[in-house]
DNA sequence: TCTGGGGTCCTAGGACCC
DNA sequence: TCTGGGGTCCTAGGACCC
């Protein structure tokens, strides 16, 4: 059996755990820039905000109804994830990471009559430990732990956990399931299968594997006899090297300038090169793209994008800067109302197999005792304290987060740094 | 009555997740 | 004025190899 560990409005409730005097009131976190709604406490779903709501079209209603608003504080809500997978690590031995707020469990050991009760300790613990709230599902794999962890945040008597132990159990949660509730069925999907008269999940999970993998590949078919019980999506403990990583922010106001555009997109690269070297990786190639607002319908738009290999992976700023700026100036064009930019470094490696070239004129050695110099020097002060003049500096170049709490776990922290 | 038969690598696009 | 920011996997098709 498998159990998925799920946080209940994960940022809403984070931000309520260090302020008391909200946890009856609705609250609602912001995306970057302060731009959409992206979590919402059940008191705000009540009142009818949807994911993606914009805030500046419904202040009255806000305010009227004494929501709470947030700008979204990453490194508070990845200071508790980790927190909370700290104690589920202490209560499984296989366990797996899946998101900020979510881990599948192997209960492998556990005996069936003793799950529940298992949930509801690790559900105590989670609650004492952090102050969140969680709830679990449980069943034979983990697309059906998915479901019944749906299931009990959808039935309030189940006190946040639900085990699918009996075929009965679990042809009920299938069957009062819809079709696009299902883990791995997105928009397409559930179309597709809506107007082949498929609605429900048990519907799915009885429809004819063959037919299932001509029209929705391995993946289909996978996905459906996971339905039917058949666990074909393993626990990863591991969590792999990311193959990509992608920095790109809106503008928080629209930009003609190249050298405002620049200053953004050397700051994003510098960013991928951060992570690049946190998780010990080496980029073989970056891209860089730009755009306009899609939502101005009066401005002529344009978006362009450009992807430069390198002769050797790299993951030093100086030289994935170099290439950012003539990435730069490959695509930009004058005369268009810019609103958002992105940097990213593709096809990673691991450092220590980084393939050497006979015509390298770089000094890597020393490239990277500089860059050991730079990252632990802004581990201690805080981010982007030292950086390369082409990321600019000032308020210009800061997001908009007009109503961002403390990182009240973080902070306490970086004064221990400090001091030693 | 008739088509050669293997392969690999790369890219774009489409689907999904949080 | 104002509309998020990350990721993954799979498939088809084209270009190439012997």
Redesign the pocket.
């Known amino acids: 059996m498998y159990a998925l560990v ?1 946080c209940n409005n ?1 940022y809403a409730s984070c931000q309520r755990v260090f302020e008391p005097r909200i946890r009856r009131l609705p609250v609602v976190v ?7 709604i ?1 979590a919402r406490s059940n008191e705000a779903k009540d009142l009818g905000i949807k ?2 709501d ?4 419904m202040l009255d209603f806000l305010t009227a109804n004494n929501v709470q608003i947030f700008s ?1 504080n990453y490194t508070l809500y990845g200071d508790m994830s980790a927190r909370v997978m700290q104690v589920i690590a202490a209560a499984a031995p296989k366990y797996e990471v ?5 881990a599948f469990i192997d209960l492998q050991g556990v005996a069936i009559n003793e799950l529940e009760a298992f949930a509801k300790r690790l559900k105590r613990n989670i609650l004492q430990a952090t102050g969140l709230p969680v709830s679990v599902g449980i069943a034979p794999t983990k697309t059906l732990a ?1 479901l019944a962890n749906r299931w009990a945040k959808k039935h309030p008597e189940t006190d946040g956990i639900h085990v699918l132990g009996t075929d009965q159990k679990v042809s009920v949660a299938l069957q009062q399931t819809m079709v ?13 299968l809506n107007r082949h008269n498929i609605t429900t999940a048990l519907q799915l999970s009885l429809t004819s594997e063959s037919w299932i ?1 001509k029209s ?4 289909g078919l ?1 996905l459906v006899k996971e339905l039917k019980g058949q666990s074909c999506i393993l626990l990863e403990e591991m969590q ?15 930009i003609t300038e190249k050298e405002d555009v620049r200053k953004w997109v050397m700051t ?1 690269m510098a ?2 090169a951060e ?1 690049l070297r946190r998780q010990n990786s080496c980029a073989s190639a970056i891209h860089v793209f730009l755009q306009t ?1 899609p ?2 319908m009066q401005d002529k738009q344009y978006y362009r994008s450009i ?1 430069i ?1 390198l002769l050797t992976p790299a993951n030093n700023t100086p030289e994935l800067l170099f290439y950012a700026g003539k990435a730069l100036n490959a695509i930009y064009r004058p005369g268009y ?1 810019y ?2 930019a ?1 940097a ?1 470094v593709l ?2 490696v691991p450092a220590c197999e980084r393939q050497g070239s006979l015509f390298d004129s770089v000094d890597r050695l020393r490239a990277e005792k500089l860059m050991n110099c730079i990252d632990s020097t802004n581990a201690i002060f805080g981010r982007n304290i030292v950086r390369y003049a082409s990321q600019g500096y000032g308020e210009r170049w800061q ?1 908009r987060q007009a109503r961002k709490s403390p990182s009240y776990t973080t902070r306490w922290q970086d004064v221990i740094k400090i001091q030693i």
């Open positions: 799920d994960f912001l995306s970057n820039n302060d731009g959409c992206i994911m993606g914009l805030p500046f079209k979204s899946y998101s900020i707020d979510e998915k696009g509730d299902v883990w791995g069925i997105g928009r397409q999907y559930e179309q597709m993998r929705m590949s391995v993946v996978r792999p090297p990311k193959q990509n990583i992608c920095t790109s922010r809106s503008f928080p106001e629209i994003h960013s991928c992570k607002n939502f101005r992807t290999p109302n609103k958002k992105g990213m096809d990673l997001l």
